[in-house]
């Protein structure tokens, strides 16, 4: 087989990427649909459905070597589908996560079961990178307006380019900026995925390789960003907000003890896997006569 020409037909092509790229990825086959989808300019479908129409294009071996690298998916084909959003992406910005859905899908069950028509008005999203949480809730709640802040402007101008291309530029506004400082509240939804993993944790080599460290580490324990943030976000909260945050997946007693020194009740909610993924931080009834 090695001796064969690695890629001749698509179908053989795609079978023989699979093969290499099986060492690499967890979805070697997906991963060569796509970069195939990619490289022809259409749709993942479109390829699947008919394969013998297509010619294998001369750059593909080039996007199969770049995957074999670890490059993740995302960078190469431009984009990572979020929620019901498509999120464009580019080396030097966070791709966005499916357990990062998990607080679309916290405040989607808030305002159906906790909160009247028309909330939330005002979203404010911390460490928005690409505009990821803030564009997914926007499209879920199309009166409200949003704020998505972060300190990397090269993550900002993705946010600008998404909100456009999504339609939404009308009703969001992206600043640099160090968390919370220098924005004014209140706002009805505070939504804030910080970096949260410890300086010396290990990473797969897609992430710790390719993906900005400054959006991932927060000091010895991760917590450094959620000691800054959550004592900031009493200020932010109109009375009856609700701040989200992500946080990983052994972290929920430790943020939760900061989020209730900061005068907040707590409630966790778990991603797909079953991990705690999401804390909900509301001001405790007293708090909020
Ligand atoms: N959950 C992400 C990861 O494990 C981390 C994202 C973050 O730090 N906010 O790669």
Redesign the pocket.
Known sequence: MTDTPIFAGVAESLRTAANLLSATSDTPRLDAELLMAHALGVERQALLLDPGRYEVPDHYANLVATRMAHTPMAYIVGYRDFWTIRIEVGPGV?IP?P??ETLVEACLDIARREREEGWPSRVLDL?TGPGTLLLAVLSEFPEATGVGVDASDFALAYARDNAEQLGMADRSEFRSGDWGAGIDGPFDLILC?????GDGEM?LPD?ADH?PAE????GAD?LDDYRRIVPDLPRLLAPRGIAVL?I?ASQHISVRELAEAAGFDVACRQDLGGRDRALILSRSPRGSQ
């Open positions: 966070l996560r357990d990062s460490g995925n910080p970096p949260y993993i990473l992430v993906e959006a991932l580490f927060a991760g992500e990983g």
